[in-house]
């Protein structure tokens, strides 16, 4: 019986469990939820909701509780290079909470409640990939 309260107690927790994924750029990663179907690629256009604070949690920026996703071209200059790199091989459905340090989110201006220097964290959530004829 301990034997069968152990293999279940594994088996919720490995659902849990949530691999830290870092890029040659220095991008990190979880996947909190997988996708469905085609791999967002460059060139791409992605329908897209986002939250994006920094490390304490202090929200900066949200779509999330909105109807109205974000279109975003994947490789056309159209989000940090954070947020760009984060979206190619995400699937619809995909969530990914992303560590964005400083040089990857930087920007030509920035808002007043985001500092140039900071790590934000992004969860972003891919809500559909464009086909061609819906462009």
Same mark, same amino acid.
């Given at each position: 019986?301990?034997?069968?309260?152990?293999?279940?107690?594994?088996?919720?927790?490995?659902?849990?469990?949530?691999?830290?994924?870092?890029?040659?750029?220095?991008?990190?990663?979880?996947?909190? #939820?997988? $996708?469905?179907?085609?791999?967002?690629? @460059?060139? *791409? +256009?992605? %329908?897209?909701?986002?939250? &994006?604070?920094?490390?304490?949690?202090?929200?900066?920026?949200?779509?999330?509780?909105?109807?109205?996703?974000?279109?975003? #071209?994947? $490789?056309?200059?159209?989000?940090?290079? @954070?947020? *760009? +790199?984060? %979206?190619?091989?995400?699937? &619809?459905?995909?969530?990914?909470?992303?560590?964005?340090p400083s040089y990857l989110v930087k920007r030509k201006s920035y808002p007043p409640n985001i500092s140039p220097d900071s790590t934000l964290v992004i969860r972003l959530h891919v809500h559909k990939i464009l086909k061609p004829k819906?462009?």
């Open positions: 019986m301990r034997f069968l309260y152990f293999v279940l107690l594994i088996s919720v927790l490995g659902n849990y469990y949530q691999e830290l994924i870092t890029t040659k750029s220095g991008l990190q990663y979880l996947i909190l #939820k997988k $996708g469905k179907g085609k791999i967002a690629r @460059a060139g *791409d +256009e992605i %329908l897209l909701f986002e939250t &994006t604070s920094y490390r304490d949690g202090t929200v900066l920026y949200t779509n999330e509780n909105s109807k109205n996703p974000v279109k975003v #071209k994947i $490789g056309a200059n159209q989000a940090t290079d @954070a947020v *760009d +790199e984060a %979206l190619r091989g995400m699937k &619809t459905g995909e969530i990914r909470k992303i560590i964005a819906e462009k």
